[in-house]
């Protein structure tokens, strides 16, 4: 039976707490105060309730019509594109910012790389009253305006992080440095399932929502469970959501990495791919590294994407063989935003355009049933879009 | 792991708290660095030389950023190796402990960064983002070199214990919740952790983060077992020449006298 990670944080050799002396004590509070809360009925009875209610659960799983007469397997998609804010992440966010008050805190901080996580923090900060500090890659920034302005409007103070490749690894390193030096009245909301213990168990609980959802509307559905469940990776959120509660099932899962320009240009995110193993934030996990153990600035076009690491729980999985990682370039991506855009109506984030485009590339058989994850929606990557395209 | 351990001794018998400077490997550059080092040993008892890291979360912005311009200088651990192999061919006193994160260590494997170490002449690791609990990482493999653990302000009683049973030199106390860099005052909370150590082992202590002037210095000496200082001998060593790094180094080593 599955039941990571262990009492250390470990899934296999990977996780771990690798953060500086002064955050042991906040982590341990935080282990003790989720503990706390599991078995806590009026915590899950809220938290279920703002899921329906100012969320928007359960969403959907339509059957693409079009898109599977196109592939020649049926397509499910999981539409958490039409979660308030317009991804999964606020599943997270809820669900986090709940434990921090129960724990005292007065104020949330968090990073962000597009905004998406940035923007589902502000806006639980402003519905649950809790002050808010977003920190985002200064490149980041200039492509997001939107979600920046986003945030700010929601009340949240955005702090543009100038060090190193001003994206989202660099946020990361400050809100880290944020949280270290307000550790008494501060919670670090972790947008993703990294980080050190116990931050990828939590998100992956909040996140299992989704998979809990999809598996019980196929067997509505269907009848039975699907053949394939496909999601995106970067951190890993929005997959190991929807894989975690078809783990024990038959069902094979496929994480789909952002591929970049092609994983031999090097410029890619493709983490396990990569198969380099390091520790960054926190956690041991799949790294991309340079020569002597720097950590790897990596590309794609998806920003929710870029990231040179991948979840400790995912690198399990990938070990165990009980997920295939498999990765989607750029190009793929696109074809994804495409197709779907235009044989469903359906506009995807480009994050979630890389598990659709990778169904036209992928060897799943005829007839199988397919359920992919998708993660959000695209009207934040409109402007990288219409460059791609030349679109004047 | 020995030159350490006589360094706190000999400074006690002279009356005085171990000296502990840093400088970054690699900065202000590659060359700049072998000259700084040899006016940091002239006053240090122990010197602690951080290797540059593309993502130092331990750190405040002065370090940061010394960190950065080594790694464009083309600094990088095996290099720290190197330099610290030449460097014991004139220099077979100064205990040198590098202060580096675990990714660092990570990329070599462990055991075989804990060789090497040895065989160069290292003395000690201080690692930002290892805390106690994946002391199991690195403790079995270190092979005669010493692995210095940190306390912080934060640290619970229990855990603390946990520390001072794996310290084999000193235990070098986080005097502030944050990164590195100068400050003003020293916390209360900050003496009271080198209390709390006294309280159950005679490990010597040695207080870091947030420490610049001699007046801070001072007034540890009756406390601590020896003090660190980083940031500000970085900022002096970009904004100032090598006197004033000297004259800076000379005036802290003088305040480390209890007398």
Redesign the interface.
Known sequence: MYNLPDERGYFGEYGGRFVPETLMEPLLQLEEAYSKVKNDETFWQEFNRLLQEYVGRPTPLYYAVRLSEKLGFKVYLKREDLCHTGAHKINNCIGQALLAIRMGKSRIIAETGAGQHGVATATVASLLGLRCTIYMGEEDMARQKMNVFRMKLLGAEVVPVSSGSKTLKEAINSALRDWVTNIDDTHYLIGSVIGPHPYPMIVRDFQSVIGREARKQILEKEERLPDYVVACVGGGSNSIGIFYPFLNDDVRLIGVEGGGLGLETKKHSASISNSQIGVLHGCRMYLMQEEWGNIMNTYSISAGLDYPGVGPEHSYLKDIGRVRYEYATDDVALKGFRELSQLEGIIPALESAHAVGYLFVSDIPKDSIVIVNLSGRGDKDLDIVMREMNYE | MNRIVDAFNKAKSNNRICFIPFCEFGYPSLEGFSKVINIICKYGDIVEVGIP??????D?PII?RAS?IA?KNGA???KAFEWLYNFRKDNKSTPIVFMLY???I???GVKEFFKIARDMGLDGVII???????SD?VYPYRDGVSVI????????DK?LKKIVEKSDSFIYC?SV???TGPRDEISKDGLDLIRRIKKISPIPTALGFGLKSKEQIKSLTSLADGVIVGSEIVRIIEDSNDDELERYLEELKSATSML
């Open positions: 890291f593309s993502d130092p979360i331990a405040g940061q950065d790694i990088n651990i095996s675990y990714n660092l990570h990329y070599i930002p983002d290892l805390p106690i609990e994946e990482n653990w940190l306390a912080s302000v934060t640290t619970s855990r986080v919740k944050g990164v």
